[in-house]
């Protein structure tokens, strides 16, 4: 297979004009963050602000020249632009979501669910991949979409380490292991490299990756959100149809203050709240069978009572669930007769009846504060 290299890269794109002046995107210094690894390519082309809703066809243009240079297996063009330094400067009043603005248009989707946490460290991901891997085996059609740019955990806990998935030039399939179908940004780099790309860097390449990828018709997307309630869980709530959001929190008193933000989060862009789960909520001892609340217990469901949110179970800290997730087999496929997996799978069970039957509560008045 012939080599792809940045300077191949750089020499195809000085063919595409960037519209304006005659100049090409390379001479406009658009073209940022090249990423190559074993045929597949990423970049930006960060474009003035002002011009990039015109520039999509431009953006085409490029994915579809480097895609068709010798060695490449698919390709990943981000349009991206940086707002003005005194627009910047202005806070922006957030939109709400339930105005339905500039929302993707993500056909044959049924039903998107984020599963979230205030903090990282408290097991979100570990939960997303067992949900999604519960519903699959109560014959859902479902996918796990993995939204955490710096993070990237889903190739290896959908035991899909060092997989790429294939593209046609115009759409990306998604890779698929036990029932599910997965996209992450982690196909693209290798574990141990960092990715390095400002806000609107990352939300353009989310948007894309939900965009450019052939889902098929499916009951459930799993959302696997970053942790934290800053500019991409924000404007992730607002651009994606999410049906609803799982909040996930250990019972300690830090997780659950966080918890309760990113709670409050989704509720102020109109996200209904499916539940939530108390992860890690105690241990029990395999050779005494002693159980211990290493991290306090009932925390979560306390929080979810005063929150009028729905608690949906508890799952406890266990060497097993670490160790299937590691390996790519998370513990509902690698042992579904185990006390855990059952937890995730009534998990799901509760999760997919208040999606169809849109039995989630109504969302209180609650003062954000300043």
Request: aromatic share 4%; glycine share 10%.
């Amino acid at each position: 297979m012939a080599e792809v290299t940045k300077e191949k890269i750089l020499k195809i794109l000085k063919g595409i004009d960037s519209g304006t002046a005659g100049m090409d995107v390379v001479a406009r210094n658009w073209v940022n963050d090249i990423v190559i690894k074993n045929g597949h390519v990423a970049f930006t082309l960060e474009v003035p602000t002002e011009m990039g809703p015109k520039l999509e066809p431009v953006r085409a243009m490029a994915e579809k020249a480097v895609y068709n240079l010798p060695g490449v297996i698919s390709v990943t063009v981000v349009l991206t632009a940086e707002r003005k330094a005194a627009a910047a400067s202005q806070p922006q009043a957030p939109a709400q979501s339930g105005s339905g603005r500039d929302r993707l248009d993500l056909p044959g989707i049924k039903h998107i669910v984020a599963v979230a946490s205030g903090k990282g460290g408290v097991g979100k991901s570990t939960t997303a991949a067992n949900l999604a891997v519960a519903l699959a085996s109560q014959e859902k059609r479902v996918a796990l979409f993995d939204a955490d740019i710096f993070g990237p955990s889903m190739p290896r806990m959908l035991g899909l380490s060092g997989q790429k998935p294939h593209s046609d030039g115009t759409k990306v399939y998604p890779l698929e292991n036990h029932g599910v179908k997965v996209m992450s940004i982690g196909f693209m780099v290798a574990e141990d490299n960092p990715v390095i790309w400002r806000g609107p860097m990352v939300m353009g390449a989310l948007e894309q990756m939900l965009k450019d990828v052939a889902w098929g018709d499916l009951d459930v997307m799993v959302v696997d959100m970053p942790p934290g309630t800053g500019d991409t869980q924000l404007t992730m709530s607002q651009r994606v149809p999410l049906s609803g959001a799982v909040i996930v929190s250990t019972p300690q008193d830090i997780a659950l203050l966080d918890a309760r933000k990113g709670l409050n989060m989704f509720r102020k862009v109109e996200v209904p709240i499916l539940g939530m789960i108390e992860n890690m909520s105690h241990y029990i001892c395999p050779s005494c069978g002693h159980r211990d609340n290493i991290f306090g217990s009932g925390g979560a469901k306390k929080m979810a009572q005063e929150l009028d949110a729905d608690f949906l179970g508890d799952i406890p800290l266990d060497l097993k669930i670490r160790e299937t997730s590691d390996s790519g087999n998370p513990i509902v496929i690698a042992d579904p007769e185990s006390p855990h997996a059952k937890a995730y799978l009534s998990i799901a069970e509760r999760v997919f009846e208040k999606l169809e039957d849109g039995a989630t509560k109504a969302a209180p008045n609650i003062s954000m504060g300043t």
